[in-house]
């Protein structure tokens, strides 16, 4: 097994930095297990001192499981599908596109949404860019029992883009929207698949609407979570160094960007996603509403 330093970034358990590790080599069965078991632990892994290529990258990433494919087909780095390129883009004089710029977790409109996604620098701004983590096993644990209660067992249409989203997605090509699934039903209480934890399933910018709810009530409820879900005592804020690679698991964490960087300077990263076990979510029940209403 190889040998690495593990130091817990906050006191809650969320986020551990990894050093003495070379990702751009493979690593063995043993570390490959270890690895995986501090990931279920600590939820966000920042590997320090990488410098990869997209192909050593991607290989990096399998050590947590296969790749995911992505949703924009437009943005994947040439003969490396599943890698895909973060960079703030301007898209009008002075406007410019931040990807992932409020709380969410990636990709929740899909039935099998990806367990996991990962990070490396390739170019970072001077100052800002921040990337943001709140535990959610921590805030369902916070919510008081009969919150607890009234949302246990109720089911979330998470949409591409919810009706609500407090930013606007970016537009789909023609490509992506073919294979874009329809939407997605998940319960707001999951429980992780390897700690048995409970957690708060939540999305702001693709839930779009509760079954059985009215729409103003299932509004209301979305913002009561996500106001508790975001508080500073759940979070783990990652300042970014060159060489990081970060993952993190999209079941029991939610993250977001920060725009606050100058936008003459480029923040530019490769983004990957693992995919998580269908058989865990199958388990769950109906996962689209077209399933639920046959
Ligand atoms: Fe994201």
Redesign the pocket.
Known sequence: MSQYTITPMTEHATGAEIRGLDLSVPVDDTTRKQLNADFARYHVLVFRDQQLSTSQFAVAGEIFGPLFSQQHKDSREPGHPEVFEIRNVETAPGKYYI??ATY????SNHPCPPKA?ALHTVSLPSYGGDTQFVNMHLAYDALPDAVKQRIEGLKVVHAFESRYTPRKMRTLSPESRKTLPPPALHPFVRVHPESGRRFLYLNPVRMDAIIGMEDSAARSLFEELLMHATQKRFEYRHKWVMGDMVIWD?RSVM???NGDYDMKEVRHLY?LMIQDDPKVWASEGAKTVAAMAA
């Open positions: 990807n992932g969410h977790t990636d990709h996604t999209n993250h977001q960007a983004r």
